[in-house]
């Protein structure tokens, strides 16, 4: 996890921002999060099970009392106390021991998983936050550049160079510009609410965004064979382990048990004769054996287990192919995200061009405001886009993160 946190933040450095907010929200989400309080527990209640296997069978004691007292040459036969214990074959405890322990590693992984999976999502929504903030502030600027068109064209009416028409559009356009920063307005709140939920704390709770993010001009080193690490694919490791383990204390199961036990019979005297061991009380120690003659139950499972360790090589075959697709997908995503970026850069240097000679125009009373218009829209379209290209770059990193971060 704390190694998650960094490559994120690395991230953050690498643009020369201050990423401290996100690492703190990261710790925050996993000290919150119910899901991974309650897979600890759960990972806990597994390790318990390890001491409650290191156990014998129930001691078995007896008592009886001769209605009808039983005559020896030694006396009469009162009653009769035993006491038993069974005890399992050499190594069996230790096996039991050894199958609880694998069952509980099983339990860590998924808490490995779910770990990951909340640093994906709290870096996602944060990262659309960031768009969705970004997009509003670009918008405000838009609003703010036509508003100083609005005052080049009254100005540009009052001369006769334009027409009130000129002005109405501009009106227009901001319009339109001031409804989508609205819908974003309520487009953040929302993300926001999924943010602080994934935190578990007050959806109402203001998040601290960057304010400005960018593309890093050299992606970090990846290496894909590190996808082998995921715990994704460790789990079915350990699940692998457990069911060797389950095998081996099957066999054990299909050992012989042996007992030990200890009988006593109070004899009382006889009075009629005297004799040497008159009344003299029996104590018989026993050994008992209990072996699996019909064993088809242990042949079954060592057959069972066989075929689920096949399963499970075969689930962590699907599931590597399927984080083999989902890491191609993110390089090419975030590739993409790169060029379009680099792309509309360009566009937007353009545009800047364009709206100059227009300012330029303007100062000879020749300016277009149709063409301001045009030119306005494209500016933002482009500036729109190279957020967008921000935004995608580094959720498709968190994706790469989540697949091959060790």
Excluded at 21 to 41: K, R, T, V
Excluded at 91 to 111: D, P
Excluded at 265 to 292: A, H, L
Excluded at 362 to 391: A, P, R
Aim: glycine share 2%; proline share 3%; aromatic share 8%.
């Amino acid at each position: 996890m704390r190694k998650t946190v960094i490559y994120i933040v690395f991230a953050f450095v690498a643009i020369g921002l201050k990423a401290q907010s996100l690492e703190s929200y990261l710790q925050e989400a996993e000290l919150n999060s119910p899901m991974i309080q309650a897979l600890d527990l759960r990972y806990n209640i597994a390790k318990e099970k390890v001491n409650e296997v290191n156990t014998l069978p129930n001691t078995t004691f007896g008592a009886g009392y001769f209605v009808s007292e039983p005559e020896t040459r030694t006396g009469a036969q009162r009653a009769k106390f035993s006491v038993s214990q069974m005890l399992p074959w050499f190594g069996s405890i230790t096996t039991r021991e050894n199958y609880a322990s694998a069952m509980a590693e099983t339990e860590y992984a998924e808490i490995s998983i779910a770990k990951r999976k909340l640093v994906l999502s709290v870096a996602q929504s944060y990262y659309n936050l960031y768009g969705i903030q970004a997009k509003q502030k670009v918008l405000q600027e838009n609003i703010a550049l036509l508003k100083t068109y609005e005052t080049l064209a009254l100005t540009s009416v009052e001369v006769g160079n334009a027409s009130a028409v000129d002005v109405l559009k501009l009106q227009i356009r901001q319009n339109e510009l001031q409804q989508q920063k609205e819908v974003l307005e309520q487009s953040y709140m929302a993300e926001q609410a999924v943010f602080n939920n994934l935190l578990n704390r007050d959806e109402s709770i203001a998040v601290e965004v960057v304010d400005e993010m960018d593309i890093p001009a050299d992606d970090p080193m990846l290496n894909k064979e590190d996808l082998s690490l995921n715990p994704e694919l460790l789990k079915y490791d350990q699940l692998y382990a457990s069911v060797t383990q389950s095998e081996l204390l099957n066999q054990k199961e299909n050992a012989p048990s042996f007992g030990i036990g200890l009988d006593y019979i109070p004899v009382s005297e006889r009075d009629d004769m005297v004799f040497s061991d008159n009344g003299k009380d029996i104590v018989m120690p026993m050994v008992t054996f209990s072996v699996p003659i019909f064993n088809n139950k242990f042949k079954s499972t060592t057959k069972q287990n066989e075929l689920r360790q096949k399963e499970i090589e075969l689930q962590k075959e699907e599931r590597l192919n399927v984080l083999e697709n989902a890491y191609a997908n993110a390089i090419s995503q975030r590739n993409q995200a790169r060029i379009a970026h680099q792309t509309q850069e360009k566009n937007l240097k353009q545009a800047k061009d364009a709206e100059e000679i227009l300012i330029k125009n303007y100062e000879t009373g020749t300016i277009n405001f149709n063409d301001v218009l045009d030119i306005q829209e494209l500016q933002l379209k482009f500036q729109t886009n190279q957020i967008q290209s921000v935004q995608l770059y580094y959720l498709q990193s968190a994706i790469i993160n989540y697949l091959i971060n060790k």
